[in-house]
Every structure is written in C-alpha cells, then in structure tokens.
C-alpha cells in the first residue's frame, strides 16, 4: 500500500483502547527488559478491513519484532478484535510521534546482536520448510546453544534423547514445563532442529516436524471450523511424524480446541508418533485441562525447567558474552547475576542491552556503564517482586506444599499461609484483585479482598503473626 493511502486509515478511540491491552500484555508476557527495548516504539498506524498495521522507526526493529513477536502480536490482535486477521509490521516514520524511543537504539545495533534471521532465512537453513505447520525456527535456539545446569539438565536430556530417537518407550509424549523465560521454547526448537536440518546434514532421512504455540493450533483450528476444512485441518495434523505444541496452557478454557487437541494427540501416538508439549505448570497443576488429557499427557515423559540457579545464570551469561564477542569483565557478570534473577529471558535481555551499547559507542563494559545502561531496568527490578516469588516464599516459610497455593484445600494451615500470600501479593505487586486471584487457583476477586481484609485484621490483634508477615515482606522485598 502506497504511503498516501495512510491518511484514510482510521485510528477510532475504541482501536486506541484494544492497543493500550495488547501492549501491556506484551509487556507481562515478555518482561520489562524485553518491552523496552523492541516492543516500545511500536505506534499504531490503523486498521483497513481486516487488517492492522503497526510501525516500527527502523528496519532492524521490524524484522527483530516481526520474527520474534509477530506471531504473538497477530493473536492478541485477533483475541482483541476478531475482525483483525492480519496484523501488518512495518517501518517507516509515522506522522504521529514515536513513543519513548529509549537509549537512541536503532539500526547500529544490529551487529551487537545476532538478530534471529528472518523467517524466510530461517527456513533457506533449513531448506524448504518441511511442513506448512512449522512456525520458524529461530536459528540460534539449538542444544549447542543451550547451556546446561542444575535446574534444566534433566529436561535437557530429555529433550536429547526424543530427539535422537523420537518415540522411545517412556519419552512419549515429552512433556517439559516451567516459568516463563526457563528454555522451554529453546529445547523445542533445538528437537526440531536436530529431526530436521542435522539430521538432514548426516544423510539422514528427516522426519516431519509440527512445531507451533497453542494459540497457533487453536486459532488454525477455529479458521478451520469457520472455513468448514476440519477434514484437512484433521489430515494435516495428524500426518506428521512429530507435532510440538508450545506453552499449552493458553487452551485452558478453551474447550473444543482441547477436544480437538485430545483427538490429534490420540491419533498421533496411536500411529507411533512422538507429541512434545510445553506448558508453564505440570500437568497435575494445570487446572482446567480436561481430565483424560491431563492423564494422556502424563504417561509419557514430564520434565521440569526449575527456576536458575547463581552459577547456572553465570554460565550463561560467560557463554552468550563469548558469543557476541564482547569482553565482559567477571564483575559486571556477577553482578548482572546476582541482580537479574526471574529469568534467562530478561538476564539476556539485560546483556544485550549492555552489548548493543558496547558497541554503538565503542566504550568497554564495566561495572560503571553497565549501572548506567541498565539503570531503568535495575530499579524496575528491585521494587518489583512476583506474585510466583511470593508463593514460593510463602510456602517455603509455612512449610507448606506450593501447590497448595492454587489448591482448593481449606484446612486452616494451608488456607492462612494462603490469605497472607494474597495479602502480600497486594501489597507488593501492583496486581489486581482479580489478577492476583487468577494467581491463586482461579479464585475470585472477593476471595483476595477478604484475604486482605483478615490479615489485617489478624496483624492488629496478633503480634507473632504481625511479625511473621513482616519479616516475610521484608525478606521479599530485600531478595535479591
Ligand atoms: P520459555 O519458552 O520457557 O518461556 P525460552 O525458551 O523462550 O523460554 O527462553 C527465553 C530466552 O532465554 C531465549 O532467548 C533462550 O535462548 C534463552 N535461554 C533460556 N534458557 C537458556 C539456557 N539454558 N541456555 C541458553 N539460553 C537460554
Ligand atoms: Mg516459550
């Protein structure tokens, strides 16, 4: 479309509103790191039919988000505003301002980098895509680039041997959970990678690889339905060797896709297909999946990504360092360590930051520049305490199982430990009622507003239990 068609594309308050959503879903989704240094310049041009568009002010950014979120981008779209089909990416200026463009980054930060390829690169590596379901592989999620420790070796074995040798007895289907940003995506890729494009390079025959998120599956799923091409969605799905589904909590709730879901996951194993799933619970803690899913799902392989350790954080920031081919000091590592901890995402998210800066103004990283690049992010981060921190915490103090925290259990030492894990959710997180009371087992706001008021009232008339919850918050609030 010409530029000067711009000027007719509309921007209505209500399309403002779904936009303000979508961003801050990114923004929780991907972390505070990662929002700010690609997804914040994005401006909102318009709609046109059924189709969105959206800026980015360089090239770079725009292949970086197209590759990376665009995906994502198109399906909080289309859950906003099922007229939206197609979400554009674009770059060029926009006659509107761009906002909060941080740090000047721009195009010069593409060598710093290694921006992952760009789909279609992507799949030149691999040569022809092998299926039309496989979403890009990202290039540099490979086991090679994987580094192993304490809290992923187990799931990174697991995720070694199905791709050595997919539908072994024990391993199918493989089922690997954990927190956002624990390698969850990597290992599948780096499975997909190895039954396709290495295994292709040794001569092998490569097997056909379904990879997609769950939001994918649905959303082809329901186009389906709607275009009445159930027969061939069926067909396609269930004629590949291995079907990868990522992060299948986003079909809680979603009944008929989860029904669906459950006949092609049959289907597949029944044939002696291999199926990997990820998700951010285990299968047992993944309330709303429908039972006899929920038992398919655990017969085979469940393997858990735990929360990183000191070192396992160090190894990877000493591996991605060497990488980019940036001299990092030992301090600087220790010190990013030590102060990012939700995740690997936002721990590389930080040390990107820090290369591209590196290396826009050529000044060596030190201790120094790295508190001044990281400023923002650093401060966000020790006001910032998550609601997971929280139970965790919580639990750990009370002695009490996690899952108790999202069970239906109403026994007095489960329910209080509980209400003071609610309480210190408000008053820590800058969550909603209903938010904090999704976190908590799907309860209901009230439930969170009653947990509130209880422990305020128990701090005023108890004193050990006043102390207890302040030594609580301040442990919190203090952790590292
Ligand atoms: P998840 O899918 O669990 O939310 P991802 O697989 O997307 O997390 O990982 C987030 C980012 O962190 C990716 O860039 C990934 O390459 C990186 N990462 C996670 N774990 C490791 C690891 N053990 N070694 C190297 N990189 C990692
Ligand atoms: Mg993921």
Not at 383 to 406: C, G, P
Request: charged share 25%.
């Amino acid at each position: 479309m010409p530029a000067t068609m711009e000027q007719d594309i509309v921007e209505t308050p209500q399309l403002a509103a779904q936009w303000a959503r979508i961003r801050g879903r990114l923004q929780q989704e991907f972390g505070e790191v990662e929002y700010r240094t690609w997804l914040r310049q994005m401006t909102l041009v318009g709609i046109d039919g059924d189709e969105i568009t959206v800026h980015l002010p360089t090239r770079f950014l725009r292949d970086w988000v197209r590759s990376r979120y665009g995906d994502r981008i198109n399906t909080l779209w289309h859950e906003e505003n099922p007229a939206v089909r197609r979400v554009d990416i674009r770059f060029g200026q926009t006659t509107g301002p761009i906002s909060g463009a941080p740090d000047g980054l721009a195009e010069s930060l593409a060598p710093a980098l290694a921006p992952p390829l760009p789909i279609s690169r992507g799949r030149e590596r691999s040569g022809e895509p092998r299926s039309e379901l496989n979403a890009a592989l990202d290039p540099r999620f490979t086991f090679d680039g994987f580094v192993v420790g304490k809290p992923n070796e187990f799931a990174y074995a697991c995720a070694r041997r199905v791709a050595e040798k997919p539908s072994s007895a024990g391993f199918n289907p493989l089922f690997l959970y954990g927190g956002v940003g624990l390698g969850k995506t990597h290992l599948m890729h780096a499975i997909a990678w190895e039954l396709t494009t290495a295994r292709e390079a040794n001569g092998a025959y490569p097997v056909t690889v379904a990879y997609m998120s769950a939001e994918k599956f649905m959303y082809r799923f329901i186009t389906a339905l709607r275009s009445q091409s159930t027969l061939e969605f069926k067909e396609q799905h269930r004629s590949v060797d291995v079907l990868m589904v990522d992060d299948l909590q986003f079909l809680i709730g979603k009944d008929n896709t989860q029904e669906e879901f459950f006949h092609t996951f049959n289907a597949l194993v029944d044939d002696g297909k291999q199926i990997v799933v990820s998700a951010d619970k285990s299968p047992s803690d993944l309330s709303g999946l429908e039972d006899r899913l929920r038992t398919r799902l655990s017969c085979g392989m469940v393997a858990d990504l735990h929360a990183t350790t000191y070192e396992l954080r160090i190894s990877i920031l000493e591996a991605k360092a060497q990488l980019a081919g940036v001299p990092v000091p030992d301090k600087v590592m220790e010190f990013l360590a030590h102060k990012i901890t939700s995740n690997v995402r936002e721990l590389e998210g930080a040390l990107n930051r820090l290369l591209a800066q590196a290396n826009l103004f050529g000044r060596p990283v030190t201790l120094e520049t790295t508190q001044e690049v990281l400023h923002d992010i650093l401060k966000a981060y020790e006001r910032r305490v998550s609601i997971d921190e929280i139970q965790r915490k919580v639990a750990e103090h009370y002695n009490m199982r996690l899952t108790d925290m999202f069970s239906a259990r109403r026994a007095r030492n489960v329910a209080r430990p509980r209400q003071v894990a609610m309480y210190l959710a408000k008053q820590l997180t800058s969550r909603s009622l209903p938010e904090i009371g999704r976190k908590f087992g799907n309860r209901d706001h009230t439930t969170v507003m009653h947990a509130v008021s209880r422990v305020n009232q128990l701090i005023e008339v108890d004193p050990a239990f006043a102390e207890d919850v302040e030594l609580l918050r301040r442990m919190l609030e203090g952790a590292p």
